[in-house]
């Protein structure tokens, strides 16, 4: 069971981890704590009162829990996660979305959310906006007559026509703010590329570019076209290194800013007043060497970063716009008795809906009138039409087969099965805390490290250096900023990451983003779904057995031309299994569909049946003891399993199943000898997940298993201490890939799975996780070797840029020194990088 909990008396998020870790000390629950809401999410095997929770925090501090909301569950076991307080309904054609949140992705302030975009007042970093979970109203207009925008379908007024769905037009602000991004990059890259070979342009052989623009007019050019990089396209990353100073959260930017921002006020000086500056720091033509193109650089190398990081988050909320696409806009309401078209935010409960074959059911509900074949995959996963008759509940989002049946409306809005789910994915994306990145966790220290360097430096040369010394002290002290700026820090992450998912690409494993290869190489759990994962998700006729008295040509031929008109997929499967055989169907009759038992129809004038025990009872036809035992003995490994008669007596039997993929036992064989407990958690039944189970070498396995089942499964892993990763292919999968440590999906599945998942594998084969967790190992190794490289030159620089070898050799560590060590540790970095590819 699960309770919602208000909290009181939590003011941070170390008050919420405190909460959540005294909460989860108690045996038998599972407790989530967000900030904002100050509210606690309890999984509990058995009841626990109120009291017994309170006295568990009030050891713990100043905290105060009381039961928030019960959460409904229907007859079998779904719980919905909204809130009593919340009303989907309130006014009738009401369509509007509840008002846009934002939220760090740093998360600085823990769980809190932002009324409003822009940067974070901690770190200064974009917020993102939280996916909304109610879609807009949908308008519609005359693709004649433009002009023309309505609220809902219809006909066009002018002409007549048919009034179609108004497409967006509008970008989200996630791919606005990459938009942003981009076109920023590129007017760095424009200005940084001649800033650069000005600067360099004495490094080629007869310095051509020397002998036409003098010294003077080069470094004028070199400041002008530095302007529009620093105080326009990377302007971002100098009020980040501000807001990191005021707050006292240093980070990366602290030092990029603090670093550019020198080098920058270096360069200004040496180019407006050079003569200040000793000799030392003098080049051969007789100016101070200036640092524009060092500054520029490393301005746009870190804006590139950025750039890539925004394309992240742009498809961060990709999954829940995937899920909103499932649910249609509008439904067909029977009001006195004729059908309205409406808006599926103006559904009520109670009402009456009519939905068509082919159509989405736009809300959760149980049928009133009529039957249907309803794809459930959405939900369970699996492929398999399951057949409603009157009385059988439908969810939102599944799909009508070939029938029109009316509904009665009982879970609208955010109470639909299928808000749950999207509410699940957003939930959980929102509350996994992102990976602290090592460099940023090296970056906490060493920050303040140089920072107190250079200040060391600057005061003991003024005091005790030669004249100028207030000179010598600023410009050695600036020697120390620029080779600490940490280029070669922030490409050590970034290279590995770039190279190593182009490695990934190419063996068809998929990798969305830096967190995902170091969450992988932690894994010690792997929860794998089954249809399409591990099976083939592809019925094929795996048996076809013969009675007594008949032959297996015959089996096929009735087989066949019962199910050639049909679309069902044993159908598809039976077919494709007689195609093989060079088996042609013949002419039948009387064809009829007997719901949820087979069908019948008139062979040759012979009567002629394919189903279950049911259909054989029904049509009077005994079944053979022999063929009955073998027939039990395949439905006990899970199978489908149907008899085919012929003349009123039983001809035979075929067994239908989902085919593991050749790769799945050597795959799993594999990661257990790594380590990696796999566990499979699957909608199927029992008997289906036991026979895979046993077939693959797994220990543990659950049947039956829904959405909410496999997200509470990962949470009572993750809350034992395990990094959990979850491999599918589904929608039903989807809020587990988000809540999971590591999410891998199927390239063969849905796009919501792949929109939820880290990991995607092109091949839709679990080989695919194999390698993605080798590569992991490998990129985090490669990873921590370029930190070594970028490091190694500073621990060997900053010291001799702060001049400790100047009074026993007269050795000095001009800038210009300076900024060639941090562009040779670069080097390294990216080197190093490449070698992922051969590894």
């Known amino acids: 069971m699960t309770h919602t909990y208000s909290i009181e008396g939590m003011s941070c998020n170390g008050c919420r981890e405190k909460v959540e870790k005294a909460l989860n000390s108690i ?50 076991g779904h719980h919905s996660y909204h809130s009593e307080k919340q009303n989907v309904n309130n006014k009738e054609g009401d369509h509007e979305p509840k008002g846009a949140k934002y939220y760090c992705p740093m998360h600085c302030e823990g769980d809190k959310t932002y009324d409003k975009p822009g940067s974070c007042p901690v770190c200064g970093m974009n917020l993102e906006k939280i996916p909304q979970l109610q879609a807009a109203s949908s308008k519609y207009t005359c693709p004649m007559h433009p002009e023309i925008v309505k609220e809902a379908p ?27 991004l981009r076109r920023k990059f590129w007017i760095a ?54 807001t990191s100073f005021v ?29 200040v500056f000793p000799e030392e720091f003098r080049g051969h033509h007789g100016g101070v060497h200036l640092y524009f193109e060092a500054v520029t650089v490393i301005l746009t190398l870190v804006l590139l970063g950025q750039l890539l990081e925004a394309k992240a988050h742009s498809r961060t909320s990709g999954a829940i716009r995937e899920l909103l696409k499932l649910a249609p806009t509008d439904a067909t309401l029977i009001r006195d008795g004729k059908d309205v078209q409406i808006h599926i935010n103006e559904i009520k409960q109670g009402d009456i809906l009519r939905v068509k074959p082919g159509e989405k059911i736009p809300v959760d509900g149980s049928i009133t009138e ?15 039409p399951v057949t409603k008759e009157q009385g059988d509940k439908v969810s939102a989002g599944t799909i009508n087969g070939t029938k029109t049946f009316l509904m009665a409306a009982e879970r609208v809005g955010e109470e639909t099965l299928l808000a749950q789910i999207i509410e699940m994915v957003n939930f959980a994306s929102r509350s996994r805390a992102p990976i602290q990145k090592l460099a940023d966790k090296v970056s906490r220290y060493f920050v303040p490290a140089v920072i107190t360097i250079a200040l060391i430096t600057f005061v003991i040369w003024a005091v005790y250096g030669p004249q100028p010394a207030y000179v010598f002290g600023f410009a050695n002290a600036l020697a120390v900023l620029i080779i600490a700026c940490p280029c070669a820090l922030g490409l050590a992450t970034p290279m590995s990451i770039m190279v190593g998912v182009g490695s990934g690409a190419r063996q068809g494993v998929l990798i969305k983003n830096a967190e995902a290869l170091e969450k992988m190489a932690k894994v010690d759990v792997l929860i794998t779904d089954k249809t399409g994962t591990i099976t083939e998700e592809k019925p094929s006729l795996e048996r076809l057995s013969a009675s007594e008295g008949s032959d297996e040509q015959e089996v096929l031929r009735v087989i066949s031309s019962l199910n050639q008109h049909s679309e069902h997929p044993l159908a598809t499967a039976i077919m494709n299994y007689a195609i093989t055989k060079g088996t042609n169907p013949e002419k039948i009759e009387n064809f009829e569909a007997v719901t949820g038992k087979g069908v019948t129809a008139i062979l040759g004038h012979q009567k002629a049946a394919i189903g279950n025990r049911g259909l054989m009872e029904e049509i009077g036809i005994a079944i053979p003891e022999k063929l009955a035992g073998e027939v039990a003995n395949e439905q006990g490994q899970g199978k489908t399993v149907s008899f085919v008669s012929l003349d009123n007596r039983v001809i035979g039997f075929i067994t239908i199943t989902d085919a593991v993929k050749v790769t799945s036992a050597e795959a799993i064989k594999s990661l257990q000898n790594k380590g990696i407990d796999v566990i499979m958690l699957t909608g199927d039944n029992p008997l289906t997940a036991k026979a895979v189970a046993q077939q693959l070498g797994l220990q543990h396995f659950k049947a039956e298993a829904l959405p909410g089942d496999k997200l509470d499964e990962i949470r009572k892993l993750q809350a034992q201490g395990k990094v959990v990763a979850m491999a599918g ?9 988000a809540q999971a440590d590591i999410g891998i999906a199927m390239g063969t599945g849905t796009d919501v799975a792949i929109e939820s998942a880290g990991v995607t594998l092109l091949q839709g084969d679990l080989q695919g996780i194999v390698k993605a967790y080798e590569l992991s190992h490998k990129v985090m190794k490669n990873i921590r070797q370029n930190l070594f490289l970028a490091f190694i030159y500073n621990i060997i620089g900053i010291p001799i840029a702060a001049g400790v070898l100047y009074p026993s050799f007269g050795i000095l560590l001009s800038p210009m020194i300076a900024a060639a060590a941090m562009s040779l540790s670069s080097v390294s970095v990216i080197l190093n990088s490449l070698r992922i590819k051969n590894l």
């Open 27 to 76: 045996g038998g629950i599972t407790a989530q704590v967000s900030l904002n809401p100050p509210q606690s999410v309890i999984t509990m095997a058995a009841h626990i009162q109120t009291e017994d929770l309170q006295q568990v925090l009030s050891r713990a501090g100043n905290y105060k829990i009381r039961m928030q909301d019960h959460k409904s569950s229907d007859s079998q």
């Open 370 to 384: 009529g039957s249907a074949s309803i794809d459930e995959s959405m939900i369970t996963g699996e492929p398999i």
């Open 154 to 180: 219809g006909a066009c007024p002018i002409c007549g026509m048919e009034l179609i769905p108004l497409a967006s037009t509008d970008d989200s602000e996630e791919e606005n703010h990459y938009k942003i």
């Open 247 to 275: 707050t006292l959260k240093l980070n990366m930017f602290s030092l990029i800013g603090l670093g550019a921002a020198a080098a920058f006020a270096f360069s200004i000086g040496g180019l407006l007043i050079p003569s």
């Open 729 to 737: 292919d589904g929608i039903n999968d989807a809020p587990a890939l």
């Open 189 to 242: 890259v424009a200005f940084t590329l001649p800033v650069f070979v000005l600067a360099m342009g004495e490094m080629i052989p007869g310095d051509p570019i020397g002998r036409v623009v003098g010294q003077k007019v080069s470094s004028w050019l070199q400041f002008a076209f530095s302007l529009p990089v620093v105080f326009y396209a990377t302007w971002m990353f100098f009020q980040r290194a501000w």
